[in-house]
């Protein structure tokens, strides 16, 4: 995914002239805009896949107890 | 042993973290991405396509958390109606109803215009469409309503498509749209110049953004389908969620790469462009411009429009038929709380679905298919899932801070409550967005919301049923602890009774093959419940089941002690091996009537999956009812641990003074098989007395036609035969020999099968 983005940018880079010229701006804008989407997507993805699991081995609690837990590294 | 009989009535949960995800997949990779791509580019141009579809997966993955900390805390049936109706009560959560219901109806709408748009399309390319009298569009309505009529009659029929079948479906869709994307990929690195089709990034400007996103949000919609298999999935506390987030993250990642892949797909200069930029051409052509892009992808164009239509077919049918059963679901759950009249919760007493309810949800799929441009359909089908999952990121808020310390968690976002409220402020702007391609979808939800508002204070509000035990009843659902990791007892038996009154004649032979072992005794009735009705509700409705069984564990209870369990199921056979691997059963009794089935089974849709994936022993009657006395039993062997079985259980059948004659068939003189040897063998193991096995062996051509001659002429009281250990492609390709002569023998007859591990169940496979 990321290689395929990198490709885009570098092409774009390429044939786009120089940086900042007419819609160079707009571009870098947007992939940039479009790495972060995709990179917030994947954090959060694994993050909360990550919470799960610990709930899940230590076994289902109220919000707040699996709150405390997780603030304590627990 | 039980000291009293009593009666279980459990869910049965057979779908696994794989089987919901796909679920999920299936619903989202409908219909959306297919005409989203075409209009997409037309309305933001080639980065507005992929901005669309990245910063829409954001939005739908802060909605997909709020959906998953709520399932996992209340994993039940019933998705955003259940969800808003503990956190704010009746009205809401009717609204809630009201809008998912019309929600997933539009859907439906759009999955069956999308159907016959590309369909059409792809005949009209290779030109075999020149005969019609009348205009394209006319035949794209006319198709549309047929598929959509099709579909409602496969849900009156309850024949849905279940999670697991589902799950090859998706694969299948996912393979397309990944092979189309893959193609896109690899031109793009071969041919860097395509790249350039890039340029410009955002030709309309950044204001276009909103409203390709908006429209688009539908694409998106399909992952909440999973909170509705709370109640049949493994582990739902902690599978529901993951499966919810799966989803989402894997879909927005495939339309990214199908996006980049359309972008890519004309090469700058192309003739057809006729001077045209490559996106303008592809957005010209709106609704197919996907077919069109995908089309110059490929070598040649008539591949490209038979893998798109081909991915169509798959994708749009199983999420219309999906969109229909859920949106036949949300207004029996009206009908069945009062919140509509209580027509709507009525079931049909053939097929066991909800008629009426399917009746209407009809109507709105037909109006909406025929009434209105697609763009509406889709637009409006986007408005109607933002304002439902706005309600869903409100409900998590609101039970957090009400409930958070009664509920038991899987699951809890994180950066509560920002994420919620971005996604609402984010649903909002989206809703502002679509109102600049297509109004229609705001006059259909200025209509519909305030038409609900008015059913709800005119009618609803005061016949709904009482809510006060709504989190208790969802505690109630799960299966019960010990009965996933029971404690382990001594031989653990399971009578599986398809038809209670063939109850007594089951038990009875199987406290026969319990007295040679201390061996406890689970009855089980598998009631089959149509995906239109939740399995939460199928105790209300599927009396006749309950009835059934409790009147025959009545009768039983004085003559045998039996545990009783009524499981309710979507399919019979998945329901009775997830039932033995819960209970860890070691050997399963069926009943077999005798009839032989059409099709591909050997002897029935139900036995022949039970036999095959049932990890314990497994033992089918035949014939064997009354106070039969079993005098001379004929075993059919050619070695093997089946062979072994069918003797040991042979030898418990038969009376005390009866005879176990084992029998072999040669082909020819000195085959391989040493009969006496290996009876032998089983007399000792089975500490048989002198005299109770004897052996016969004959040499024959006909294997079959030998043992039922000899069954016939032997005058035996049973015959006991161990199942095929052929490996599962040659049993579909021919008729082995336990199964044939099962079919032909009209003597009783009892097919034993051997539980003997992975390694078996590899050999076989392999």
């Given at each position: 995914m990321s290689a395929s983005l990198m490709t885009i940018a570098s092409a774009l880079w390429a044939s786009g002239?120089?940086?900042?010229?007419?819609?160079t701006a707009e571009i870098v804008l947007g992939v940039v805009l479009l790495a972060a989407a995709l990179a917030a997507l994947s954090g959060l993805t694994f993050w909360s896949r990550h919470i799960i699991h610990r709930i899940a081995r230590r076994g289902t609690s109220s919000a707040r107890e699996i709150l405390k837990d997780l603030r304590d590294g627990r | 042993m039980a000291d009293e009989p009593n009666v279980h009535a459990e869910l049965s949960r057979d779908l696994s973290l794989f089987h919901v995800t796909m679920m999920g997949l299936g619903m989202m990779i409908g219909a959306g991405v297919f005409i989203g791509i075409g209009n997409s580019m037309y309305v933001a141009g080639p980065g507005g396509l992929l901005l669309t579809f990245a910063l829409n997966g954001l939005i739908a993955l802060f909605t997909a958390m709020s959906f998953a900390e709520l399932s996992s805390a209340i994993?039940?049936?019933?998705?955003a109606y259940n969800f808003a109706r503990i956190a704010f009560g009746r009205g809401p959560s009717f609204l809630a109803g009201w809008v998912e219901w019309f929600a997933s109806s539009v859907a439906g709408a759009l999955y069956a215009v999308v159907f016959a748009t590309y369909t059409l399309d792809f005949f009209a390319q290779l030109g075999?469409?020149?005969?019609?009298?009348?205009g394209l569009g006319i035949a794209r309505k006319l198709v549309a309503v047929g598929i959509a009529a099709l579909f409602v009659y496969i849900n009156y029929r309850g024949s849905s498509e279940t999670g697991k079948i589902g799950a090859f479906f998706t694969l299948g869709q996912m393979g397309f749209v990944l092979a189309i994307a893959v193609v896109g990929i690899v031109t793009a690195a071969v041919d860097?110049?395509?790249?350039?089709?890039?340029?410009?990034?955002?030709p309309r400007g950044w204001g276009a953004l909103l409203a390709s996103m908006g429209v688009i949000y539908?694409?998106?919609?399909?992952?909440?389908?999973?909170?509705?298999?709370g109640d049949e999935t493994v582990e739902p506390r902690k599978n529901i969620p993951k499966a919810m987030l799966y989803s989402v993250f894997i879909v927005t990642i495939t339309y990214v790469l199908v996006a980049i892949a359309a972008v890519v797909a004309v090469r700058p200069?192309?003739?057809?462009l006729a001077g045209a930029q490559p996106w303008e051409w592809v957005g010209?052509?709106?609704?197919t411009g996907f077919g069109r892009a995908v089309a110059r992808l490929m070598p040649t164009p008539f591949v490209g429009y038979l893998l798109v239509s081909m991915a169509v077919v798959f994708s749009s049918t199983s999420a219309l038929n999906a969109t229909i059963y859920s949106a036949t679901r949300a207004s029996y759950a009206l009908g069945r709380d009062r919140m509509l009249p209580g027509a709507f919760s009525k079931i049909s007493?053939?097929?066991?679905?909800?008629y009426v309810a399917l009746g209407f949800t009809s109507l709105i799929v037909l109006f909406c298919a025929t009434a209105l441009p697609i763009m509406d359909v889709a637009a409006s089908a986007s408005m109607m899932f933002l304002a439902l999952f706005l309600m869903v990121n409100l409900c998590v808020i609101k039970v957090r801070l009400n409930m958070g310390d009664e509920l038991q968690y899987g699951f809890v976002m994180p950066l509560f409550p920002l994420l919620p409220i971005v996604a609402i402020v984010c649903q909002i702007a989206l809703a502002g967005g679509i109102l600049q391609e297509s109004p229609v979808a705001w006059i259909v939800a200025a209509v519909w919301v305030p038409a609900g508002i008015v059913i709800y204070l005119v009618y609803s509000r005061t016949r709904a049923v009482a809510t006060e035990e709504e989190i208790h009843v969802f505690e109630q659902a799960e299966a019960p602890r010990d009965s996933r990791r029971p404690v382990r007892a001594a031989h653990r038996v399971m009578v599986s009774v398809a038809n209670p009154g063939n109850a007594l004649a089951l038990v009875r032979q199987t406290y026969r093959l319990c007295e040679a072992r201390e061996a406890r005794v689970e009855l089980l009735h598998m009631v089959p419940v149509p995906s239109q009705v939740p399995l939460a509700d199928a105790d209300r409705y599927m009396l006749e089941g309950r009835e059934g069984i409790l009147e025959t564990m009545l009768y039983l209870a004085p003559q045998f002690p039996v545990n009783t369990h009524l499981r309710y199921c979507r399919n019979v056979a998945r329901g009775i091996v997830s039932a033995v691997r819960e209970k860890r059963i070691d050997t399963l009794i069926l009943g077999w009537h005798g009839r032989i089935p059409r099709g591909v089974f050997r002897l029935g849709s139900t036995i022949d999956p039970v036999i095959e994936r049932s990890p314990c022993n497994v033992v089918v009657f035949k014939?064997?009812?009354?106070?039969q006395v079993f005098r001379r039993v004929l075993v059919p062997v050619a070695g093997g641990p089946n062979g072994a079985y069918a003797l040991e259980t042979a030898s418990i059948l038969a009376a005390d003074d009866g005879r176990v004659t084992a029998f072999t068939v040669r082909?020819?003189?000195?085959?391989?098989?040493?009969l006496d040897a290996f009876a032998a063998e089983q007399a000792k193991r089975l500490k048989?007395?002198?005299?109770?096995m004897e052996t016969k062996a004959v040499e024959a051509r006909r294997v079959v036609d030998a043992i039922l001659e000899e069954a016939e002429q032997g005058d035996y009281d049973l015959v006991v035969l161990g199942c095929t250990e052929q490996p599962l492609l040659r049993q579909l390709a021919q008729t082995t020999v336990p199964e044939a002569v099962a079919r032909r023998c009209d003597r009783p007859l009892v097919m034993a099968k051997a539980a003997t591990g992975i390694r078996s169940w590899l050999r076989r496979w392999i």
């Open positions: 002239g120089p940086p900042l010229a007419s819609g | 994993p039940r049936a019933g998705g075999l469409l020149e005969w019609l009298p009348f860097p110049q395509r790249v350039a089709n890039f340029r410009p990034f955002m539908v694409a998106f919609e399909g992952f909440e389908v999973i909170a509705q298999a200069g192309h003739p057809d010209s052509f709106r609704d007493h053939k097929r066991r679905t909800p014939g064997c009812g009354g106070d082909r020819r003189t000195g085959d391989g098989f040493d048989l007395p002198a005299g109770r």
